[in-house]
């Protein structure tokens, strides 16, 4: 199937380091989105990039894409406690019509105080 | 951004009844969908809800188990059905505006447990 895998499936570390997510993927592509989802609530949108573009910012989050390698990497620098949450890759097929998103298993992120 | 909310937040049934839930949009999308997350897994899309149609549903998931309306462009319900403890997930429905390659903005889930 098309469905993106995070990696690491756990990442833990101590406030102010940089934490790096990394999501592949088996197909091509029309975007990837990046969610938050903190203890089993809903999904926050964090970015969205197509497959055109090869690196977004916003805020304390970066975004890679690299569609030869089929694989994209979240990195959140200066991490805070609050960062603590389930962070998961969903890509869009190139050919889809319908909007049908693929997910990742997610990596869980703990930062420490 | 859609601000999207989700009634109930979470309930909790016995097996063999049905609970209704709600997503209601604060301006009009394109498309709308369900997802069902089980315990600590990933998501998977149930269907797409379809204005003034029949839902189109993933492999998997039949429209008796989870009959979904949407009878406008800000309103979808999706009911669970004879529920069973294998139900206990969250549900989570999702909006794009524009097109379909625009932003997938998710509601805040109703988490769902069957005794």
């Known amino acids: 199937s098309q469905q993106g895998e995070e990696d690491p499936q756990a990442l833990s570390i101590q406030e102010g380091e940089n934490a790096t997510m990394n999501c592949s993927y088996k197909?091509?592509?029309?975007?990837l989105q990046w969610y938050r989802q903190n203890s089993g609530r809903g999904l926050v949108h964090l970015i969205l990039?197509?497959?055109?573009?090869r690196e977004k910012h916003s805020g304390r989050l970066r975004v890679t894409l690299d569609t030869s390698k089929k694989s994209s990497s979240l990195l959140i620098t200066a991490s805070r406690a609050a960062d603590t949450a389930s962070y998961f890759c969903a890509v869009l097929d190139r050919g889809s019509t319908l909007g049908r998103l693929y997910f990742g298993r997610g990596t869980q992120l703990t930062v420490w105080p | 951004s859609a601000v999207i909310s989700q009634k109930p937040s979470r309930d909790i049934c016995q097996r063999g009844t049905s609970l209704t839930i709600q997503c209601q949009v604060d301006?009009?999308?394109?498309?709308m969908f369900w997802y069902r997350q089980q315990p600590g897994q990933s998501l998977t899309l149930i269907a797409t809800?379809?204005?003034?149609?029949?839902?189109?549903?993933e492999s998997g998931f039949v429209i008796d188990k989870f009959p979904i309306s949407r009878p406008n462009l800000t309103f979808s319900t999706l009911t669970v059905s004879n529920m069973s403890p294998e139900d206990s997930s969250i549900y989570l429905c999702?909006?794009?505006?524009?097109?379909?390659?625009?932003?997938?903005?998710f509601g805040p889930g109703t988490r769902l447990t069957v005794l």
């Open positions: 197909t091509s592509i029309n975007n």
């Open positions: 809800a379809n204005q003034g149609s029949e839902a189109t549903y």
């Open positions: 999702s909006v794009v505006q524009g097109t379909i390659y625009n932003e997938q903005f």
């Open positions: 990039i197509r497959s055109n573009e």
């Open positions: 301006s009009q999308v394109t498309m």
